[in-house]
């Protein structure tokens, strides 16, 4: 399809179904206020494509090509939709064909009724007041477990499909393969990202991953999400000043909490678990714990996913798809020092660890942001959050370089502290 501008906002999306908004999600990830770094159109070819039932990707391309592709891991369950606004309108204006995908995951997730959920054992059972809803009288039903689950060693597997996909489909409609290909991540679609240059790292020249989860039998979602939700119970319950809580939270990995003079969003900590919308930690830990353990006992509520320990097949069904740091092609990696969630100690420095324990550690250029959080959306909530989208596109113009002119920055194998 020639449409007369690729941007968001521009070229046309799907259509929304329940679960569905690709629109939605994108905007999820920004900041309010987010402001398009494409300034003018960018007319071009938006093509769509498909590699098994309930899989979606699309690739778009400017006229203006500069000839080299880019493919994105996707982050949590969201659509292919999802890398519109964090990099894909930077990439798109700056000559780039962009490619992403959801993963195999038909939609994210649909918030209904408990009451009228069709199947409570796959649903999440909300504990905290949900808009007008009280705890307990919401579910949230996921596309990753439902109609079937899609296993996680799946969509580790579908970025090098995507990327094959992409690439024929850019060489059918400009009669050029693309001269560089490169591989950018979010969050689990960071992780992608790192199992692609560990495992096909021929597919691409190179990668960026930023607040990526690091997936091993040691440091995992399922290990270090229940300590946290087991602590913030009375931490919250003390309004924010249970000394002990704290300590034992950071304890766990956690950089320390942030607090503000705001009401409803007075901790960071709260703020991914039960002050706002989706509740990351507990939901995520529900999710997984579904997705990987089939051992996984009673998870119906939050004393129980509090209380969780992952069985041996949980952690044998994660070293099927476990991160080695065994990179093959050039990784710049972005973490936050204040992301509460995917925590920098447990999926960052561990992952460098692993990158140089590999004998890698020349290849790999890791970097922590100050004030950089989870997902930018929060930096406009307060904390004296950073936004890390500009460290993200500064990042990628170092892997270009470090590929195209053979610059080799100091510092690889080591952590950089930036702001």
Same mark, same amino acid.
């Given at each position: 399809?020639?449409?007369?501008?690729?941007?968001?906002?521009?070229?046309? @999306?799907?259509?929304?179904?329940?679960? $569905?908004?690709?629109?939605?999600?994108?905007?999820?990830?920004?900041?309010?206020?987010?402001?398009?770094?494409?300034?003018?159109?960018? *007319?071009?070819? @938006?093509?769509?494509?498909?590699?098994?039932?309930?899989?979606?990707?699309?690739?778009?391309?400017?006229?203006?090509?500069?000839?080299?592709?880019?493919?994105?891991?996707?982050?949590?369950?969201?659509?292919?939709?999802?890398?519109?606004?964090?990099?894909?309108?930077?990439?798109?204006?700056?000559?780039?064909?962009?490619?992403?995908?959801?993963?195999?995951?038909?939609?994210? /997730?649909?918030?209904?009724?408990? +009451?009228?959920?069709?199947?409570?054992?796959?649903?999440?059972?909300?504990?905290?007041?949900?808009?007008? /809803?009280?705890?307990?009288?919401?579910?949230?039903?996921?596309?990753?477990? +439902?109609?079937?689950?899609?296993?996680?060693?799946?969509?580790?597997?579908?970025?090098?499909?995507?990327?094959?996909?992409?690439?024929?489909?850019?060489?059918?409609?400009? !009669?050029?393969? *693309?001269?560089?290909?490169?591989?950018?991540?979010?969050?689990?679609?960071?992780?992608?990202?790192?199992?692609?240059?560990?495992?096909?790292?021929?597919?691409?020249?190179?990668?960026?991953?930023?607040?990526?989860?690091?997936?091993?039998? +040691?440091?995992?979602?399922?290990?270090?999400? *229940?300590?946290?939700?087991?602590?913030?119970?009375?931490?919250?319950?003390? !309004?924010?000043?249970?000394?002990?809580?704290?300590?034992?939270?950071?304890?766990?990995?956690?950089?320390?909490?942030?607090?503000?003079?705001?009401?409803?969003?007075?901790?960071?900590?709260?703020?991914?678990?039960?002050?706002?919308?989706?509740?990351? /930690? #507990?939901?995520?830990?529900?999710?997984?714990?579904?997705?990987? +353990?089939?051992?996984?006992?009673?998870?119906?509520?939050?004393?129980?996913?509090?209380?969780?320990?992952?069985?041996?097949?949980?952690?044998?069904?994660?070293?099927?798809?476990?991160?080695?740091?065994?990179?093959?092609?050039?990784?710049?990696?972005?973490?936050?020092?204040?992301?509460?969630?995917?925590?920098?100690?447990?999926?960052? #420095?561990? $992952?460098?660890?692993?990158?140089?324990?590999?004998?890698?550690?020349?290849?790999?250029?890791?970097?922590?942001?100050?004030?950089?959080?989870?997902?930018?959306?929060?930096?406009?909530?307060?904390?004296?959050?950073?936004?890390?989208? *500009?460290?993200?596109?500064?990042?990628?113009?170092?892997?270009?370089?470090?590929?195209?002119?053979?610059?080799?920055?100091?510092?690889?194998?080591?952590?950089?502290?930036?702001?």
């Amino acid at each position: 399809m020639i449409v007369p501008d690729l941007r968001f906002g521009f070229a046309p @999306l799907p259509d929304v179904f329940p679960g $569905y908004d690709p629109a939605g999600d994108a905007r999820a990830l920004v900041p309010a206020g987010f402001e398009s770094p494409a300034l003018a159109p960018v *007319p071009g070819r @938006l093509l769509r494509g498909s590699l098994g039932l309930g899989q979606r990707f699309f690739v778009r391309i400017p006229n203006a090509w500069n000839g080299k592709l880019v493919v994105c891991g996707t982050p949590a369950m969201r659509s292919e939709h999802a890398n519109d606004l964090t990099v894909g309108e930077w990439l798109l204006a700056r000559g780039y064909a962009f490619a992403s995908s959801n993963k195999r995951i038909p939609y994210n /997730a649909i918030v209904e009724p408990w +009451d009228r959920t069709p199947d409570p054992d796959r649903a999440y059972r909300v504990p905290f007041v949900f808009g007008a /809803a009280a705890p307990d009288e919401t579910a949230i039903r996921f596309g990753a477990l +439902d109609p079937v689950a899609v296993p996680v060693a799946q969509w580790h597997a579908d970025l090098p499909q995507v990327v094959r996909a992409a690439r024929d489909l850019v060489r059918e409609a400009t !009669g050029r393969g *693309p001269s560089r290909t490169y591989a950018v991540g979010l969050s689990i679609g960071g992780g992608q990202v790192r199992a692609l240059l560990e495992r096909e790292p021929d597919l691409v020249d190179g990668g960026l991953e930023w607040a990526s989860v690091y997936w091993h039998r +040691d440091h995992n979602i399922l290990r270090d999400l *229940p300590p946290f939700l087991a602590a913030m119970a009375p931490y919250v319950a003390s !309004g924010f000043t249970d000394r002990d809580a704290h300590d034992a939270i950071v304890a766990a990995g956690y950089p320390p909490d942030r607090l503000q003079d705001a009401p409803r969003l007075r901790s960071l900590w709260d703020a991914y678990y039960s002050a706002v919308p989706p509740f990351y /930690a #507990d939901l995520t830990t529900f999710a997984f714990a579904r997705l990987l +353990d089939p051992q996984g006992g009673a998870l119906d509520s939050l004393r129980d996913r509090a209380a969780y320990v992952p069985s041996a097949a949980a952690l044998e069904r994660i070293d099927a798809f476990a991160h080695t740091g065994d990179i093959e092609k050039p990784l710049v990696g972005i973490a936050g020092d204040a992301d509460v969630f995917i925590t920098p100690h447990h999926n960052f #420095d561990t $992952y460098v660890d692993a990158v140089r324990t590999a004998g890698r550690a020349d290849r790999y250029w890791p970097s922590i942001v100050a004030g950089g959080t989870h997902v930018d959306g929060f930096a406009a909530l307060g904390w004296n959050l950073q936004p890390m989208l *500009p460290f993200v596109w500064r990042g990628f113009e170092m892997l270009v370089a470090i590929v195209e002119d053979g610059v080799r920055p100091p510092g690889a194998g080591t952590i950089a502290h930036v702001r």
